[in-house]
């Protein structure tokens, strides 16, 4: 009879990786925690909309939420859109306001003659010519588009041969909101997490049947795999 081979593998085996488990599941443990943390201490659609200037959250019922004070607190559940009020004369004086939709048509020089529903004005301002810069807060509108709930000129409407609405409103929004990575990530999160939950999920499903296949076609699977590659 020949040599007998030597089992490869040691008898008495035991887990060499306790430590590192326990480092793992404590690390899970510690995200739970700040997960639901920031969950119920937070406001997560922060991530998403804009913020006027008196601190309410565009699409938000602020009152209710007690993020800002009471005086300054509005329902902003319809309004969902960040607006930019630029003023003359040079338009370096903005507003934030939150506003139902993005206009769909531009009014940018205003007077006495001008109809309401030409201005743009803050929350809680009357929409009238007498309200308009520079005694009151109000200003014409100029045509916009919706970008990442933010109302963006659809037309570069220039103020004069150097300088542009388009550009002063990008400007600032690169500043205040386009700058932060993190909230361009959970925007899009926020967005796409059914596409990203069926995405997983198919992956899943192919990752099993892949590993059956292996188990009985294994050689074609392999020669299948690099054709396919190649």
Not at 140 to 150: A, D, T
Request: hydrophobic content about 45%; glycine content about 8%; proline content about 6%.
């Amino acid at each position: 009879m020949g040599e007998k081979t030597k089992d490869p593998l040691p008898s008495t085996r035991k887990c060499r990786d306790l430590l590192f488990l326990i480092i793992f599941a404590l690390f899970w443990g510690g995200m739970i925690v700040v997960a639901v943390f920031g969950r119920r201490n937070g406001y997560p659609p922060l991530l998403v909309y804009g913020v006027d200037d008196d601190g309410n959250i565009c699409g938000a019922d602020n009152v209710g939420l007690g993020l800002v004070p009471q005086e300054l607190a509005a329902d902003m559940t319809s309004k969902k859109y960040l607006y930019y009020i630029m003023y003359p004369p040079d338009f370096a004086n903005t507003s934030k306001v939150c506003v139902e939709k993005c206009p769909s048509e531009t009014y940018l020089w205003v007077d006495s003659q001008s109809n309401s529903s030409q201005l743009i004005c803050p929350h809680g301002v009357v929409p009238d010519a007498n309200n308009t810069w520079p005694d009151g807060p109000c200003w014409g509108m100029y045509k916009s588009s919706s970008l990442l709930f933010r109302c963006f000129p659809s037309d570069n409407v220039l103020v004069n041969s150097t300088l542009s609405i388009y550009k002063q409103i990008v400007r600032r929004v690169n500043t205040s909101f386009l700058s932060d990575i993190a909230t361009k990530i959970f925007r899009d999160i926020s967005l796409a997490w059914p596409y990203i939950l069926a995405g997983a999920g198919i992956a899943l499903i192919l990752g099993i049947v892949w590993i059956v296949l292996m188990r009985f076609l294994s050689g074609f699977m392999v020669w299948f795999s690099i054709f396919a590659i190649v």
